[in-house]
Nanobody, 128 residues
Framework: QVQLVQSGGGLVQPGGSLRLSCTSS????????VGWFRQAPEKEREGVSC????????YHSDSVRGRFRISRAAARNTVYLHMNSLKPEDTAIYYC?????????????????????WGQGTQVTVSS
């Protein structure tokens, strides 16, 4: 099966850190753009970050810029989202996504291609 598998969520206190992982099986992520999204209760889905197939194609939304960082571990077919200085408003279910034809635009974020693959989602809860 072609799948994206996520890990790394959990419960942390404000100011804490988490690292989310998005790992592909059945295909390689190395030449594909990957996006991270989050959805909080009663909120619209928000694009948080993305990384393209070129080193300069990286995006972080205004709400997380300076606190979150996306990276690749190509040998592991994995994209990470490093989350630092977490705030209660970061509480959400986080999803990774990719598809053939998807792109990551430096100042605009992830743009879906056709037939997106989505991770299963992982809960991040930031609470004191």
């Amino acid at each position: 099966q072609v799948q994206l598998v996520q890990s790394g969520g959990g419960l942390v206190q404000p100011g804490g850190s988490l690292r989310l992982s998005c790992t592909s099986s059945g295909f390689s992520l190395n030449n594909l753009a990957v996006g991270w999204f989050r959805q909080a209760p009663e909120k619209e889905r928000e694009g948080v970050s993305c990384i393209g197939d070129h080193p300069t194609a990286v995006y972080h939304s205004d709400s997380v810029r300076g606190r979150f960082r996306i990276s690749r571990a190509a040998a592991r077919n994995t994209v990470y989202l490093h989350m630092n200085s977490l705030k209660p408003e970061d509480t959400a279910i986080y999803y990774c996504a990719t598809s053939p034809g998807a792109i990551c635009i430096r100042n605009n974020g992830y743009r879906r291609g056709n037939n997106d693959h989505w991770g299963q989602g992982t809960q991040v809860t930031v609470s004191s």
